[in-house]
């Protein structure tokens, strides 16, 4: 089987009120290779120039009841991929000039025109409409392919978004095994923590990493022996300065994920102190990383008020007097301030949803994983709005 190839001829459009003008061009332009429409009124090659599609139109420029160059005006505007050439004898030269500075027109050709000149400039317009054409195919097909791209890229996030919830749940999880109260208090203040960043006027991606540094606060402590973590008496020297080692355990553990790394920083520091009096390395002030101070002022808040095997939880009023009264010592001051503008009902609320979560959990005995990918992400929800 022999395939030929389909060459469509180039379609120009010629207008000229002279009928002899119009078969001399029409010839010379069929002769090489282009399919020519001839119109002696302007007003019906513009009736039919949507229909014909030219990649050229040619126009005479004095002609009965539209001129040359208010022609093409309109061609411009009905068929603005077209290339549009003046056809003009001397003595109209300076005004068809006007029109190519103007952008009306791409071209000129005297009268009487040189062949070869002639056709030289109607490749060249026809190259152009080629080109013009080409870049506006590629620049839709680069929109197209970038929106394409967008879809595929915030498909993708969602699934690290996803695999990153469960990674972190996973986390908690094996904490939870060792250590029965840490699952709900992880969760807690790691809602604390987004709340009381978003008040002092941080956005994302801190937030998230706030957040995620205060979920995994304790996950070192998969590294201290069940002896020690469970002790229910004192620690000794030995047992704390073992227990002392978790936030350097934890920081080392999510070395190891990429996108857990920006939260590692606080996993390391939530235990240092303002004053310098916390561990592992005694930093002070704006040494510890704000996430880290972010913590500690929620840290105390959970802490007093929920219950301990050893005490009663105390009420919201005594958590917000003892972080009032440690301002400038164990806590940053700012961040204390920021913390008491926060109307009580909030952080009430908070502990409610979680709280609402754990028996949701206990009731339909679901894993973590679904926990935090079911019950969980409504709460963020929330405090994202």
């Not at 392919?145 to 919830?165: A, D, F, I, S, Y």
């Not at 987004?194 to 008040?199: K, Y």
């Not at 028996?359 to 894993?367: F, G, I, K, P, Y």
Request: hydrophobic share 45%; charged share 30%.
């Amino acid at each position: 089987m022999v395939c030929f190839d389909l060459v469509i001829a180039e379609r120009v459009l010629i207008v000229d009120d002279d009928e002899l003008i119009l078969k001399a061009l029409a010839r010379i332009l069929e002769s090489v290779g282009y399919d020519p429409r001839c119109y002696q009124d302007p007003l019906i090659a513009l009736e039919n120039i949507e229909k014909d599609r030219p990649v050229v139109v040619i126009s005479d420029f004095m002609m009965p009841g539209l001129d040359g160059i208010s022609f093409l005006k309109q061609v411009r505007e009905r068929a603005p991929g077209a290339v549009r050439i003046l056809c003009t004898a001397a003595e109209d030269f300076r005004v068809a000039l006007q029109a190519v500075n103007a952008g009306e027109v791409f071209r000129i050709i005297s009268k009487p025109w040189h062949q070869q000149e002639l056709v030289a400039t109607v490749n060249q317009a026809a190259e152009a409409a080629r080109l013009r054409s080409e870049n506006e195919w590629l620049t839709n097909e680069v929109q197209r392919q970038n929106g394409q791209l967008r879809e595929m890229n915030q498909k993708l996030e969602e699934m690290v978004r996803r695999r990153t919830q469960a990674l972190l749940e996973g986390l908690i999880a094996a904490l939870d095994y060792r250590d029965a109260e840490t699952q709900w208090h992880s969760r807690r203040v790691s809602l604390y923590a987004r709340r009381l960043a978003a008040a002092l006027g941080l956005g994302e991606p801190d937030l998230t990493v706030i957040e995620h540094g205060a979920l995994l606060h304790d996950i070192g402590k998969i590294g201290v022996r069940d002896r020690v973590l469970l002790k229910t008496g004192p620690l000794d020297s030995a047992e704390w300065g073992e227990m002392k080692r978790h936030p350097e355990l934890g920081w080392a553990l999510l070395q190891r994920v990429d996108y857990l790394r920006p939260a590692s920083q606080i996993v390391l520091q939530h235990q240092e102190k303002w004053d310098g009096s916390g561990y592992p390395g005694g930093l002070r002030g704006e040494q510890i990383v704000i996430g880290a101070r972010i913590f500690h002022v929620v840290d105390t808040l959970d802490a007093m008020t929920s219950d301990r095997p050893y005490r009663k939880a105390r009420p919201f009023t005594e958590a917000r007097a003892e972080i009032e009264r440690c301002a400038g010592t164990q806590f940053d001051p700012k961040i204390a301030a920021g913390f008491l503008k926060v109307n009580a009902d909030e952080w009430e609320r908070i502990r409610l949803d979680v709280e609402t979560v754990a028996v949701l959990a206990a009731d339909l005995e679901n894993s973590p994983r679904m926990v935090g990918d079911v019950l969980l992400d409504p709460l963020r929800k929330v405090l994202r709005n």
